[in-house]
């Protein structure tokens, strides 16, 4: 009896812990889960906005196409102010000896000095100055992207490789300046060799702080070993991307003697990377992907390096504009009926742009890709009947950023490889590269570069991704006030200053342009009444424009911090000496074209009073980039920090 009672005292208790077990299981599972979904959100966030500004940096294209068509106006006024818009600066720096010969690398200089022809030895001295934390000298910069550009310019437009199945290949996605990534790929995958050749799949620049040092690796990586390292174009090697994305600024800052050599020299080096790469004659690898309308054909005979950006789109012009423009040097980049070999075709441009900027998405068919603004969205019919026309069996591209660091679709046709981690916060993704052979599966490897994060645990990650993105949010937001504030009272009929949460998600999506869970959103953007109706004002509280000027009325100052990156660029290009400063009258040309070609409904006065004001020393010109740097955000206090953040 005694045995009996306590073998059943036992069960119960035993009962009693796998429930208690289960129950912690179930509820850390449903945590994990909503982790999750929070993270999911944060990153739909940081894409949803990242997709955008590509998109606005893609209509530029259409505005210096505008430029053109108004040609003959704007030069009555400024002759040179389209040839610097439009026109190539790489005229300067033809010559090596005029670029590199003045150098000199003094002896107080103690970083790596490069011997060239260049060894496996140079490389691994490069790297260790990197991981250092060293500048290479300027000369050793240019020498490098000379003797890039040269072997460069003998190369076809895709490279074919061969692998067996004891020799590999590594494929690697963008890596936007993070050098640490392509450190740990080096550590876990080991250095590029006759033995361990590599692709690099475009997108090297850009957003990290460290391009210009993955540049030069990979150029002397591919110098060393040419016929073994492959490198690709992206989307971001284009000069014009770089004003927006922080490259150009990091090599000025970096070099500030001899950066505008640098860049102007890697302006005409973009030019004459391969587009693609085909590995067996079955792996196809290009940056964006394929169009319905891909010619593969045409794509090995295109002259690559008139694809000077995705900004110079070619543009005919018409005979009258020919006559208007009489004897006037016609900017690079603009294709008229007199010089004919000067750009692309149209037809050539897009196919390149195809290449570079396009997506795959599951539905059926190839559509615009709206979200980016260029290239297209592209189903699996497309990529079976690409693939299939030339005996193709898979596509590898980039530019897209995956939270494992890859994504296989399209029954297994396409693979996307994303090799910078934590790309849009820590903690944010994972980064891959794909190992592939002769007739072996594709294996993939993920890693994540691991600093200050690495003890914190998930939620803590989680939150300071929230953050971030809730940040970024804000300031999308508070720059279409007015355009909101509009938006809702059309629908606030009783002028209660309320509205519905679906009212006001529709007014968010529809102004602003994000595919978002606007719903889901509000309740970390907004307040709400008893009855769960919006305070829509709430969504500007806590954050302002900051004003250079107390007069400046408030849809002017949305205005500008709206276009600051736009108007930037093209300051940038107009500013050829890199002075910083631009003349009042360049100002107002300037700004009345971009005001005429965006619909912007401003009176000149106010935009010519603001700038007269910003006219400190009142010497007819003004510090444009400090005038942009004038129209930023405020918080009033930051409630992101608090460790309670959270998303729904």
């Not at 005979?319 to 009926?337: C, I, M, R, S, Y």
Request: aromatic content about 10%; some cysteine.
């Amino acid at each position: 009896m005694g045995c009996s009672a306590s073998s059943s005292l036992k069960d119960k208790k035993s009962e009693t812990v796998m429930k208690a077990a289960l129950k912690i299981q179930n509820w850390y599972r449903g945590y994990r889960v909503r982790l999750k979904a929070r993270q999911c959100h944060a990153l739909s966030i940081f894409q949803s906005i990242e997709y955008a500004d590509e998109q606005g940096q893609l209509q530029l294209s259409n505005f210096f196409s505008f430029m053109l068509e108004n040609y003959t106006q704007v030069c009555d006024k400024d002759p040179g102010l389209v040839t610097r818009l439009i026109g190539s600066t790489t005229q300067d720096y033809k010559n090596r000896l005029d670029c590199v010969g003045l150098i000199e690398v003094p002896d107080s200089y103690n970083g790596t000095r490069l011997q060239f022809p260049l060894t496996c030895t140079d490389l691994y001295l490069l790297i260790e100055a990197f991981k250092q934390q060293q500048i290479l000298h300027a000369y050793y910069v240019l020498e490098v992207l000379f003797e890039t550009k040269k072997v460069l310019k003998r190369m076809p437009n895709f490279t074919h490789v061969k692998t067996s199945p004891s020799k590999e290949i590594t494929i690697c996605g963008d890596l936007h300046g993070k050098l640490d990534d392509l450190f740990l790929i080096f550590y876990k995958n080991g250095l590029p060799s006759e033995n361990n050749p590599y692709v690099f799949n475009g997108d090297f620049v850009d957003r990290g702080k460290n391009s210009i040092e993955i540049l030069m690796i990979l150029f002397v990586s591919f110098l060393v070993y040419p016929n073994n390292l492959h490198l690709n174009r992206g989307n971001h090697e284009d000069f014009m991307m770089n004003f927006r994305y922080g490259f150009t600024n990091e090599v000025l800052h970096k070099y500030k003697l001899h950066g505008k050599k640098i860049l102007q020299i890697l302006e005409d080096l973009y030019t004459w990377l391969p587009i693609g790469t085909i590995i067996d004659n079955e792996i196809l690898v290009v940056h964006g992907g394929i169009s319905k309308s891909t010619d593969l054909n045409l794509l090995h005979h295109v002259e690559r390096n008139k694809m000077k950006s995705v900004l110079m789109p070619p543009v005919p012009l018409g005979e009258d504009h020919n006559t208007a423009l009489g004897k006037k040097k016609v900017p690079q980049g603009v294709k008229t009926n007199e010089s004919p070999s000067e750009q692309l075709t149209k037809r050539e441009w897009e196919q390149v742009i195809d290449i570079l900027w396009s997506d795959p998405r599951g539905r059926k068919g190839c559509y615009p890709n709206t979200s980016r603004g260029g290239g297209c969205y592209f189903g699996p019919d497309v990529t079976s009947q690409i693939l299939n026309k030339y005996q193709l069996k898979m596509l590898i591209r980039s530019h897209e950023c995956k939270p494992e660091g890859y994504e296989i679709c399209h029954d297994g046709k396409v693979v996307t490889i994303f090799s910078a981690s934590n790309y849009y916060e820590e903690g944010s993704n994972r980064g891959a590269y794909i190992r592939v052979g002769y007739g072996t599966a594709p294996r993939f490897y993920q890693y994540q570069v691991t600093g200050a994060t690495c003890s914190r645990p998930l939620y803590h990650r989680v939150n300071i991704m929230e953050s971030s993105a809730i940040r970024m949010l804000k300031e999308r937001i508070i720059s279409r006030k007015t355009d909101l504030i509009n938006a809702f009272q059309l629908q606030d009929c009783n002028k209660s200053g309320k509205l519905s949460v679906g009212q006001w998600a529709s007014s968010m999506e529809v102004v602003l342009g994000l595919n978002l869970p606007w719903r889901s959103l509000s309740l970390h953007l907004v307040t709400r009444d008893k009855d769960g109706n919006i305070d829509y004002m709430s969504s500007f509280q806590d954050i302002r424009i900051k004003s250079p000027v107390k007069e400046a009325l408030s849809t002017l100052i949305e205005t500008v911090y709206r276009y600051r990156s736009d108007l930037q660029i093209i300051f940038n290009v107009i500013d050829s000496d890199h002075s910083g400063l631009i003349s009042m009258e360049e100002f107002r040309s300037m700004w009345k074209l971009f005001k005429s070609h965006y619909s912007i409904h401003i009176d000149d006065s106010q935009i010519d009073e603001l700038a007269n004001r910003m006219d400190l020393n009142k010497d007819g010109s003004i510090d444009f980039n400090e005038f942009l740097k004038a129209f930023n955000v405020v918080y009033k206090f930051d409630k992101l920090n608090k460790s309670d953040t959270k998303l729904t």
